[in-house]
């Protein structure tokens, strides 16, 4: 079973006693450093619990004085000079390497005078900051989507309101919201195309959802078959590689890997593309716990091109997509749909991907 993170651990029990009444609405929370010597922690985990109680608001702070027990009917975050606001909803709080969303955001409402406001939903849940973003009076919403298919019903009803909304990273499925996403298919197609050049023949897809649950990682997987196709690595009398992607859950992820590292040196596969690099990441390390080398026994190739992918070893080559400018075009098509509703065509935005060649890949 995959272990809990030190911060929710800190954030689970401070939420359950506010649940339970035990802090009130109003009530002072441990300060940072109090927190720390509680949990047996650094007070940067400590800071990171607070953030994430502050960011489903069951908190809120204020500079000087601490963090306070938010009232559920009341909202505590100071209003912004001109009262135009929009909402960011992601499914993480501080992922290494995608802030550049909320960097590029900025980059384009500072030529406005609207504002941000972030949420994560890593504690309450999508449904229910969508449900309460609904009512509130933010001006539009980017969304994050966990996945191309989840909350349907209530985005539906964004679409019925007509709320001006936008989605990064993924589409919804049957609802028409404008988009603003990286090339997936054109990552997924270069990717596979330069363990091709590099001489492979056999290379797996894996992923960490359904294809069908995401449109990115659907688009990948097609620019993966795309290019085993055009370079004629498809046998179509036998079931081959086109389903070569495999699912997996967080309470056994890690036995899945070791499955799939297994078949891939069982079957001769010798590259793989991987739906993002914090998998291929993980690939990489259980390989070496297995005794195995990349790119020695098999070449990886990931996809987002994180901090991380050129600090571990060997530096990962993965898909670079620009964070940065999908958040500064979500940010201007969304203010456009707000300010000219009737003029704005619903055409997605997709953001070109580049190659990063590292040392994960070897010539054969």
Known sequence: MEQIPLYQHIVNALTAKIESGELQAGDQLPTEAEISKEYKVSRITSKRALNELEN????????????????????HRPLSKTGKEILLI???AHNPGL??????????????????NIQSNTIVGQRKLLESALQSAHSGLILYPISSISDLGILYQY?????????????????????????NFGG?????????ENNHKKIAFISSLKVENSSSIRERYFGYLKALYDYS??????????DRYLTHDHDNGREYYIQFIQS?????????????????????????????????????????DIHLASFVEPKLTTISQDFGQMGYQAARNLISL???PLEHPLENVVIPVRLMERQTVKKL
């Not at 609802?175 to 990286?182: E, G, K, M």
């Not at 997924?188 to 091709?196: C, D, F, R, T, V």
């Not at 690595?233 to 086109?242: A, Q």
């Open 159 to 183: 679409h019925l309101a007509k709320y001006p909304l936008v989605t990064m990273d993924k589409c919804i499925e049957g609802i028409p919201f404008l988009s603003v996403v990286s090339d």
């Open 90 to 92: 992601l499914p993480f």
């Open 188 to 196: 997924g197609y270069q990717a596979s195309k330069h363990l091709i």
């Open 99 to 116: 802030g550049d969303y909320e960097k590029g955001i900025n980059e384009y409402l500072a030529t406005t005078d609207y504002s941000l």
């Open 56 to 75: 489903a608001k069951l908190i809120y702070r204020i500079q000087g004085k601490g963090s306070f027990v938010s009232d559920a009917k009341a909202d």
């Open 338 to 340: 707000i300010e000219h």
């Open 233 to 242: 690595l498809i046998d179509y009398s036998v079931n081959d590689l086109t």
């Open 264 to 304: 891939v040196v069982n079957q001769g596969i010798t590259g793989i593309v991987a739906e993002n690099d914090l998998i291929a990441i993980e690939i990489i390390q259980i390989a070496k716990e297995l005794g195995l080398s990349v790119p020695d026994d098999f070449s990886v190739v990931g996809f987002d």
